[in-house]
C-alpha cells in the first residue's frame, strides 16, 4: 500500500491550540457588571485516517524506539514497596485485524512490573511506526495480572478490530506543543489521551542526565480526576513514568530471538470435531475436543496462559495450567468458546505462553 498516514501535523497542531467558548453569562453585582466565558473540554482527536497507509514493525521517532532487543528498566518507591519495571521490544510480531483495511503486522513491546521482586504483570503492547510520518500508533494490549505466581485477571486488555476499538496514536513523529490525541480507543476500557505541555527540557535520572526532552501528560475520561506525566528523551524514549518511575538503565539487552519457538507444542486429533467427536482417551483426559501437548524448557514449575484466536484475531477462549518444565505436559480445549458453546468450523490460533516462552499453532475444527 502507499503511504500517506494522513493524520499529519496540520491536524495536531489545530487540535492543540483549539479551545471553544460555549457558554457566556452577566452577573450584576456590587462591583459592576462581569461577563464570564466557561471553555468546553479539551478536544483529542480520535480519527487518524489509517486506511491508506504503510506501517512497519521495527525503526524509531526521536522519542520512541521499536526495535527488537531494544529494553528500558524503571524503578521506584510506592506505597513502601519496590516497583520494577521492565520494557523489552520483542524479536515477535502479532497480526491485528484493522477495521476497513485487513490484517495488520504490529511489533511487540513486552511490559513485565514486579512489587518487591513479587511479578504482578505482564502485557503484551502492539505498535506499528507509519513509513512517511513516523508516526507510532498503538494497537493495543493483552495483560495477565499475577498474584502468588497465578494469573488473576486481564484488567486493561484490548485489540484493534475486537468489540470496536480502534488504534490510537503513542509518538508523533514530530513533537508539537499542545497537541491532543487519544492513545486508546475501547470504550469502557482503555482509553488514555496525550496532550504535549512541555518541550525543550533537561532531566536527570539514575541512567543519566538527559536534554531536549518533552513531557506529555496523560489523562483518561474513564477517570476524570486522575492523570499523569510521562517524560520522553530523544534517542532514549521514555524516561520518567508518573510521580513514582525514573530510568535506571537503557539499551539493546541480550534477546534470544529464538525463544519464542523454543516452547514444543501440538495438539491431536487436528482438525477435530467437538460436537460429533469420536472421544479420546490420554494422558487421563478424555474428550471430543482436542488435547494440546507442550513442552516448556528448563526445571521447575511455572503458570502457562493458553489463549485461543479464531482467524478474525477474535479471542474465543482462554486455559491456564501449571507446568512441569523439561517434561510434556496436556491440557484440553473442547472447542467451546467462553461461554460455553461450541465454536464454528475454521482455523483457529492457540498461543501457549510460560516461562518466559512464546509459540503459536494452528488448529482446525471441521464439523
Same mark, same amino acid.
Given at each position: 500500500?502507499?503511504?500517506?498516514?494522513?493524520?499529519?501535523?496540520?491536524?495536531?497542531?489545530?487540535?492543540?491550540?483549539?479551545?471553544?467558548?460555549?457558554?457566556?453569562?452577566?452577573?450584576?453585582?456590587?462591583?459592576?457588571?462581569? %461577563?464570564?466565558?466557561?471553555?468546553?473540554?479539551?478536544?483529542?482527536? %480520535?480519527?487518524?485516517?489509517?486506511?491508506?497507509?504503510?506501517?512497519?514493525?521495527?525503526?524509531?521517532?526521536?522519542?520512541?524506539?521499536?526495535?527488537?532487543?531494544?529494553?528500558?528498566?524503571?524503578?521506584?518507591?510506592?506505597?513502601?514497596?519496590?516497583?520494577?519495571?521492565?520494557?523489552?521490544?520483542?524479536?515477535?510480531?502479532?497480526?491485528?485485524?484493522?477495521?476497513?483495511?485487513?490484517?495488520?503486522?504490529?511489533?511487540?513491546?513486552?511490559?513485565?512490573?514486579?512489587?518487591?521482586?513479587?511479578?504482578?504483570?505482564?502485557?503484551?503492547?502492539?505498535?506499528?511506526?507509519?513509513?512517511?510520518?513516523?508516526?507510532?500508533?498503538?494497537?493495543?494490549?493483552?495483560?495477565?495480572?499475577?498474584?502468588?505466581?497465578?494469573?488473576?485477571?486481564?484488567?486493561?486488555?484490548?485489540?484493534?478490530?475486537?468489540?470496536?476499538?480502534?488504534?490510537?496514536?503513542?509518538?508523533?513523529?514530530?513533537?508539537?506543543?499542545?497537541?491532543?490525541?487519544?492513545?486508546?480507543?475501547?470504550?469502557?476500557?482503555?482509553?488514555?489521551?496525550?496532550?504535549?505541555?512541555?518541550?525543550?527540557?533537561?532531566?536527570?535520572?539514575?541512567?543519566?542526565?538527559?536534554?531536549?526532552?518533552?513531557?506529555?501528560?496523560?489523562?483518561?475520561?474513564?477517570?476524570?480526576?486522575?492523570?499523569?506525566?510521562?517524560?520522553?528523551?530523544?534517542?532514549?524514549?521514555?524516561?520518567?513514568?508518573?510521580?513514582?518511575?525514573?530510568?535506571?538503565?537503557?539499551?539493546?539487552?541480550?534477546? &534470544?530471538?529464538?525463544?519464542?519457538?523454543?516452547?514444543?507444542?501440538?495438539?491431536?486429533?487436528?482438525?477435530? &470435531?467437538?460436537?460429533?467427536?469420536?472421544?479420546?482417551?490420554?494422558?487421563?483426559?478424555?474428550?471430543?475436543?482436542?488435547?494440546?501437548?507442550?513442552?516448556?524448557?528448563?526445571?521447575?514449575?511455572?503458570?502457562? &496462559?493458553?489463549?485461543?484466536?479464531?482467524?478474525?484475531?477474535?479471542?474465543?477462549?482462554?486455559? %491456564?495450567?501449571?507446568?512441569?518444565?523439561?517434561?510434556? &505436559?496436556?491440557?484440553?480445549?473442547?472447542?467451546?468458546?467462553?461461554?460455553?458453546?461450541?465454536?464454528?468450523?475454521?482455523?483457529?490460533?492457540?498461543?501457549?505462553?510460560?516461562?518466559?516462552?512464546?509459540?503459536?499453532?494452528?488448529?482446525?475444527?471441521?464439523?
Amino acid at each position: 500500500m502507499k503511504s500517506r498516514c494522513n493524520f499529519g501535523l496540520k491536524a495536531l497542531a489545530i487540535v492543540g491550540v483549539s479551545l471553544a467558548i460555549s457558554v457566556t453569562f452577566t452577573w450584576s453585582g456590587l462591583l459592576g457588571n462581569i %461577563t464570564i466565558a466557561q471553555a468546553e473540554e479539551a478536544t483529542f482527536t %480520535t480519527e487518524f485516517r489509517l486506511g491508506d497507509s504503510e506501517f512497519m514493525v521495527t525503526g524509531r521517532n526521536p522519542y520512541f524506539i521499536l526495535e527488537p532487543g531494544y529494553q528500558l528498566v524503571f524503578e521506584g518507591e510506592e506505597q513502601g514497596k519496590t516497583i520494577k519495571v521492565v520494557h523489552t521490544v520483542l524479536h515477535e510480531t502479532e497480526n491485528l485485524s484493522l477495521p476497513g483495511v485487513g490484517m495488520v503486522e504490529t511489533g511487540i513491546i513486552e511490559v513485565r512490573k514486579w512489587a518487591d521482586d513479587e511479578l504482578s504483570e505482564i502485557s503484551k503492547n502492539f505498535f506499528v511506526i507509519c513509513k512517511k510520518t513516523n508516526n507510532v500508533y498503538y494497537f493495543g494490549e493483552d495483560v495477565d495480572k499475577y498474584e502468588n505466581g497465578e494469573i488473576v485477571g486481564h484488567e486493561g486488555a484490548w485489540r484493534t478490530g475486537v468489540a470496536g476499538a480502534k488504534p490510537g496514536i503513542m509518538m508523533p513523529g514530530t513533537f508539537l506543543l499542545g497537541s491532543r490525541y487519544y492513545q486508546e480507543i475501547a470504550e469502557g476500557v482503555a482509553m488514555d489521551r496525550g496532550e504535549h505541555v512541555e518541550m525543550g527540557m533537561t532531566i536527570s535520572t539514575p541512567a543519566g542526565t538527559f536534554s531536549n526532552c518533552v513531557r506529555v501528560r496523560e489523562t483518561t475520561p474513564l477517570e476524570p480526576l486522575g492523570g499523569s506525566d510521562k517524560i520522553y528523551c530523544p534517542g532514549v524514549g521514555m524516561v520518567v513514568d508518573g510521580d513514582v518511575l525514573k530510568l535506571v538503565k537503557y539499551g539493546f539487552a541480550v534477546v &534470544n530471538p529464538a525463544s519464542p519457538a523454543n516452547i514444543t507444542t501440538y495438539n491431536y486429533p487436528n482438525p477435530f &470435531n467437538p460436537a460429533k467427536g469420536p472421544a479420546i482417551n490420554s494422558h487421563g483426559i478424555t474428550t471430543k475436543g482436542t488435547i494440546i501437548k507442550y513442552q516448556i524448557p528448563g526445571t521447575g514449575k511455572t503458570p502457562v &496462559n493458553i489463549k485461543i484466536y479464531n482467524i478474525a484475531g477474535e479471542l474465543i477462549r482462554e486455559l %491456564t495450567d501449571t507446568a512441569t518444565r523439561g517434561v510434556f &505436559n496436556y491440557v484440553e480445549w473442547d472447542g467451546k468458546n467462553s461461554d460455553g458453546t461450541v465454536v464454528a468450523s475454521g482455523v483457529y490460533v492457540d498461543i501457549i505462553e510460560g516461562g518466559g516462552y512464546h509459540k503459536c499453532s494452528k488448529m482446525a475444527i471441521i464439523k
